[in-house]
């Protein structure tokens, strides 16, 4: 009886060890994956799944905040045709009613697809020819955060910013895109888009009457550049001078010769109603164009040098010939074919979406 209760005893004994060891392990066993999963979250970002995913480019994702960027954008052209076309007006249930057997939120959502997919190719082009080293969202995101914070620095040490001094998601984002889209049909114009002169010739030749019976003007300009109020203060008395120079007899060549900081260029301006009168090019030859031949200008502020024009010949009825719009015409035609480059490309990529997730979008 007394080896009965004993074994009995050791089994108990036995098994209430087990049941100890066991719960210390479970705890020891939870306590390491906490550790381990926020290790992991600080380690690595987790991938957007696949029910974050609206579309794909050639398999590249557009995850639902990159796809909302695009809904937000195309807004206003939606609301726009709804409102020409059927007069629409805006109603608690407006974007999921029917209008001529329309709907806003179909429409939106396809002319959002549209112009997503498009966006990510561009981007997935830049990433194969190594503009880019990632095109996810998660990338942008950080990017965005990044500048901004930087600008912010920037800002605060007194120094130039280029830009707006923060950007907000959605301009930060297209932006970004746009910047892409220089660079990159700037490399291609490089490569395989390069730009032969028959090409430059076509263009030419589609916009020649834009070119003829034009009025062309040659104009000096004598400058004094600043950088800084000192240097500004300094810059307008010397120019200041020098104009009284000009209106005694003095010539601008011996003027400029006198003084290092004096500049004197000449330069000709063709298509006056093209050229912006708010920029500063635009303000010297705008002002030129008022002048008698020979005479010069009060002093003008350039923004970054003050300057005075003489206004040097002036033609009515010229017709520009394609030397004078080389770099010009070569540039339209690189974006017409870089264009065109795009909507290729476009064509024979596959665009898929993901339904399910696409269907469930039913507000902006």
Do not use: C
């Not at 087990?18 to 210390?24: E, G, R, T």
């Not at 957007?48 to 990159?66: F, H, M, W």
């Not at 880019?132 to 500048?147: A, K, N, P, T």
């Amino acid at each position: 009886m007394g080896r009965k209760v004993k074994s009995d005893t050791s089994r108990y004994y036995v098994g209430g060890a087990s049941l100890v060891l066991l719960a210390v392990l479970m705890i020891i066993s939870v306590i390491y994956l906490r550790a381990a999963a926020r290790t992991h979250a600080v380690a690595e970002p987790a991938k957007p799944g696949l029910s974050d995913v609206i579309l794909y480019v050639n398999e590249a994702p557009v995850t639902r905040q990159e796809f909302q960027l695009y809904m937000d954008k195309e807004k206003g052209a939606v609301t726009n045709y709804f409102s020409v076309t059927y007069q629409a007006e805006d109603q608690p249930d407006y974007w999921s009613s029917e209008f001529g057997g329309e709907r806003p939120i179909d429409l939106l959502k396809s002319r959002a697809a549209e112009e997503a997919a498009k966006g990510k190719l561009l981007q997935s082009i830049a990433l194969r020819k190594g503009l880019v080293q990632d095109i996810s969202y998660e990338q942008f995101l950080q990017d965005w955060v990044d500048g901004n914070k930087e600008r912010e620095q920037e800002i605060s040490r007194n120094e130039a910013v280029f830009g707006l001094g923060q950007y907000e998601q959605s301009q930060f984002y297209f932006y970004t895109l746009s910047n892409l889209r220089l660079e990159l049909e700037e490399l291609l114009g490089k490569e395989e888009l390069q730009v032969s002169e028959e090409e430059v010739q076509a263009v030419y030749q589609a916009h020649a009457q834009d070119y003829q019976n034009q009025t062309r003007i040659v104009l000096e300009e004598l400058s004094v550049p600043y950088a800084g109020e000192k240097e500004k203060g300094q810059a307008l008395l010397l120019i200041q001078t020098a104009l009284e120079q000009l209106n005694s007899g003095k010539a601008a060549a011996d003027i400029k010769d006198r003084n290092e900081r004096i500049r004197l260029t000449r330069r000709t301006a063709t298509g006056l109603g093209q050229i912006s009168p708010l920029s500063p090019e635009g303000m010297l030859v705008q002002s030129a164009v008022k002048l008698q031949a020979g005479s010069w200008s009060p002093v003008m502020d350039a923004g970054d040098r003050y300057s005075l024009v003489q206004l040097v010949d002036r033609t009515e009825q010229y017709d520009v010939p394609i030397e004078e719009l080389a770099g010009q015409l070569k540039a339209e035609a690189l974006q017409q074919k870089f264009g065109n480059y795009l909507q290729e490309q476009f064509r024979l990529s596959e665009v898929r979406l993901n339904a399910g997730h696409y269907e469930d979008i039913t507000t902006p």
